[in-house]
């Protein structure tokens, strides 16, 4: 699973080369910005289950 803050690799690298995301809105729509150059992609919830590859690191440990 995946959750607000986390750091996510994509499918497919940023074009600057960079595949390290952060999850910054969860939502109908979830929004990820590029760690490198900050620049911030929206998708639906759909789209982005579809082009996740991996949660890199848990922004918090919240599992109780
Ligand atoms: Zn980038």
Same mark, same amino acid.
Request: overall charge positive; glycine content about 4%; some cysteine.
């Given at each position: 699973?995946?959750?607000?803050?986390? *750091?996510?690799?994509?499918? $497919?690298? /940023?074009?600057c080369?960079? =595949?390290?995301?952060? *999850? *910054? &809105?969860?939502? #109908?729509? *979830?929004?990820? $910005? @590029? @760690? =490198? @150059?900050? /620049?911030?992609? #929206?998708?639906? &919830?759909?789209?982005?289950?579809? &082009?996740?590859?991996?949660?890199?690191? $848990?922004?918090?440990?919240?599992? $109780?």
């Open positions: 699973m995946y959750d607000l803050g986390d *750091i996510v690799e994509m499918k $497919k690298p /940023h074009a080369q960079t =595949n390290q995301w952060e *999850i *910054i &809105r969860m939502g #109908m729509d *979830i929004k990820i $910005k @590029c @760690c =490198n @150059c900050q /620049h911030i992609v #929206m998708m639906s &919830r759909k789209d982005f289950e579809k &082009r996740l590859k991996k949660v890199v690191e $848990k922004s918090i440990e919240a599992d $109780k």
